[in-house]
């Protein structure tokens, strides 16, 4: 059990109406909670009203990952209530709701539970014990005889109950106490409780940022630049003002900008809008000479050292095999379902936003540069999220929205469509590695050098991240992190090479250097970030290793991790569950593949058949190990999403340009995985008690080397470049 002292709370006072609110202390309101006092208001996480209604405020954003859910448990197993029985509201855009990890109110590298783990329930148990204390002097019955069980206090002896809103106004008025957590025993913890959005998404009730309706509020679409950095140098909008519907055409930062009665109306008069631009440094851009220019640096060896143990380059100089392979990933569009969008309105001392961010904490200290506005003056109201995977962390078209509404003086409802978000976007970066290995005469790997060449993600937003960190903080601060640190960070970004710096595998000499090249593309966080393809270069290189020794790759790969003890039991799980080593049916062929990231641990096997240069995965095996888990349900959902996540970038996803304009429009020419090409995914979970790890990133990074393996398994070629291709290198 885990005793938490008052002090780790914030006091506790009388509600507005009768009833108890309980704030937990998060690190960031500490400073405020010492400063003034804390009052009840709806900023709390969880909130206890005399009729009885019991609402907690979820701290990350719900973009379908199932925090919603998963969150309610947290609270429900110390409240002790059904979590179906309490009512959702999202959390203010305010630093009182900051990631206790990240220092940020933004939802991502799957930190939800993480950072949610202690104070929810630390919110349910504080709660409680002060309605059993509340109830027990009410009755005149000792407190220990008093239990919380599905909303009520019970004192069973005398047959007495109450509901917690009975004693929500008593409970108000005692000293917040001391807590003690449940480790074990769990109730709700570990129970695949169904979702509890999941009717509100069937009925269509859930209000995602797309549906939004302000009263008067008008449509807008946004004429954007088809080179990336390109700015308007003159318009013609006389033929769209003369179409139906259309109210206004305005330039606004980001291009030009048609402002109608409805979508349809802003919709077909863009098209009629004639723009000249100036289409800036990246018109004659191509991913073609980016790929040459980036196989030269990673061969020039000109890189930063970022980690190096041993000398990765005497034993290469002196080994008896030595292996060397280069891997190359594209830029890849985020292609969230829900398109983006923001309804804004904006007056001369007022912003109010309907947004579906990832981050309102970053949006609202961007906006209050932007517009030069006090928070309190800025309200960001947090949508439902039709999908994130860290395109919504970037926060273009909130701002954008807020450049309309500002321009035209009314409430305004930008909406993106497919083709502006496919070719807008901050793009996951593209990478190339080139590995090098070195085999002793034992077939060991002694030696690994690991070049990566990508762009720097923090010399992008590692500005606004940071100021967002620190604000509040005095001038100086803020200009030491725009001035010294995002410099610094950019430098040696481990966004850019995390997964091969702290590589796994016990090699005795390993370097790993980074060759920052920038493109002047607008690059941004993605679904399993740099994971997404230096897992990849080292899950490929591994298993090439294990082929020129001679050596099983799950054997080969063990031996490499016995003194990483969780890396190697979800190894061997997905092994043993995909029947490693047993015989397959005809033209079957399996490969395999590991990796931590996010702190959560997860293998995979994929069976695979090639028919010509046709690539056709039955079956895919995880096992995943996420320290303690909160809902199986949802584990086994976030690893089932993340391997069709992964197939479809693995076998279908990129991002090319050519004359600076990105060559995919839409779902016909950056295809989603069909229904039909699905494979049967099985999940495998490891459990044990660790406290909670990420989830939604860590299935991706091991699906596209696991079918690539099982490629070469198939055919004896070895596929190294993105998305995986035997016509390539036929």
């Known amino acids: 059990m885990t005793t938490l002292s008052r002090r780790a709370l914030l006091k506790a006072g009388l509600a507005i109406g009768g009833g108890l609110l309980v704030e937990v202390s998060l690190p960031q309101a500490q400073a405020a909670a010492a400063a003034e006092p804390v009052t009840f208001q709806p900023n709390g996480l969880l909130r206890i009203t005399s009729n009885d209604v019991v609402t907690f405020v979820l701290l990350s954003v719900e973009m379908g990952q199932g925090v919603s859910t998963s969150n309610a448990q947290l609270i429900a197993e110390e409240l002790g209530i059904d979590p179906a029985k309490m009512v959702l509201e999202f959390a203010p855009a305010d630093r009182r709701y900051d990631n206790s990890l990240s220092g940020l109110q933004a939802t991502g590298g799957s930190t939800s539970t993480a950072g949610s783990w202690e104070p929810y329930r630390m919110a349910g148990a504080t709660a409680r014990e002060m309605l059993l204390e509340a109830a027990a002097r009410s009755w005149g019955v000792p407190k220990p005889e008093c239990v919380a069980e599905d909303g009520a206090i019970l004192h069973k002896a005398t047959n007495r109950s109450g509901r917690f809103g009975q004693f929500a106004e008593a409970a108000a008025r005692l000293p917040v106490p001391d807590v003690t957590l449940r480790t074990r025993d769990f109730r709700v913890i570990g129970k695949p409780v169904p979702r509890l959005d999941a009717a509100a998404k069937v009925d269509g009730s859930l209000v995602f940022g797309i549906d939004v309706k302000v009263p008067e509020a008008r449509s807008a679409v946004v004429v954007r630049c088809p080179v990336p950095g390109g700015q308007v140098k003159s318009f013609d909008a006389s033929a769209a003002k003369a179409m139906s519907g259309v109210e206004d055409v305005v330039q606004v930062p980001s291009g030009v900008a048609v402002v109608a009665k409805t979508y349809w109306h802003a919709r077909q008069a863009a098209a009629h809008v004639k723009v000249e631009w100036d289409e800036g440094p990246l018109a004659g851009f191509s991913t073609a000479g980016l790929l040459e220019t980036h196989r030269k640096l990673a061969r020039e060896g000109q890189g930063k050292r970022v980690h190096s143990k041993g000398d990765a380059e005497a034993a290469l100089s002196k080994a008896s095999r030595v292996l060397e392979a280069e891997y190359t990933a594209p830029f890849l569009a985020h292609a969230t379902l829900e398109p983006q969008n923001t309804t804004a309105h904006v007056t001369s001392s007022k912003c109010e936003l309907w947004a579906p961010t990832q981050s309102p904490g970053i949006l609202k200290e961007q906006l209050k540069r932007l517009l030069g506005y006090d928070g309190d003056d800025i309200i960001i109201h947090q949508t439902w999220i039709g999908g994130g995977f860290g395109r919504r962390l970037a926060q273009d078209f909130a701002l954008e929205a807020v450049e309309v509404s500002r321009a035209v003086g009314k409430p305004v409802k930008v909406v993106w469509s497919r083709e502006d978000d496919m070719r807008h976007s901050p793009y996951r970066p593209a990478a190339t590695h080139r590995v090098q290995g070195a085999l002793d005469a034992q077939g060991r790997l002694v030696a690994w050098k690991h070049t990566v060449v990508t762009q720097s993600l923090l010399g992008q937003i590692g500005e606004h991240w940071l100021r967002a960190i620190i604000a509040g903080s005095p001038g100086f601060m803020k200009s030491m992190a725009a001035g010294i640190a995002v410099p610094m960070l950019s430098a040696k970004d481990d966004t850019s090479v995390e997964g091969a710096k702290d590589l796994a595998y016990g090699v005795e000499n390993l370097a790993v250097d980074f060759v920052r090249h920038e493109t002047g593309i607008p690059v941004g966080l993605y679904r399993s970030v740099g994971h997404s393809h230096s897992a990849f270069a080292t899950e490929s290189f591994v298993d090439e290793a294990a082929h020129a020794a001679g050596q099983d790759p799950v054997a080969f790969r063990r031996e490499l991790l016995k003194f990483e003890h969780r890396n190697r039991w979800v190894l061997e799980l997905a092994a043993e569950k995909a029947g490693w080593g047993t015989p397959l049916p005809p033209g079957r062929f399996r490969g395999v593949a590991v990796h931590k990231s996010f702190n959560s ?16 995965v039955h079956r895919i095996v995880m096992a995943a190990d996420c320290g303690r888990v909160v809902n199986p349900n949802l584990v086994e959902a976030q690893l089932e999403s993340a391997a069709v996540f992964g197939l479809s970038s693995a076998l279908k996803h990129r991002i090319s340009f050519e004359n600076g304009r990105v060559q995919q429009r839409n779902f016909h020419d950056f295809e989603l995985l069909r229904m039909h090409e699905t494979p049967k995914i099985e999940v495998h ?44 290198a036929s």
């Open 601 to 616: 641990y997860v293998a995979a096997v994929a069976e695979v058949s090639v028919e010509g240069t046709e690539i056709r």
């Open 685 to 728: 979970i490891r459990h044990n008690e660790a406290s909670p790890t990420g989830i939604g990133e860590p299935g991706v990074p091991v699906i596209a080397p696991a079918v690539a393996n099982a490629v070469f398994a198939a055919t004896g070629k070895r596929l190294r470049d993105l998305p995986l291709s035997l016509e390539a």
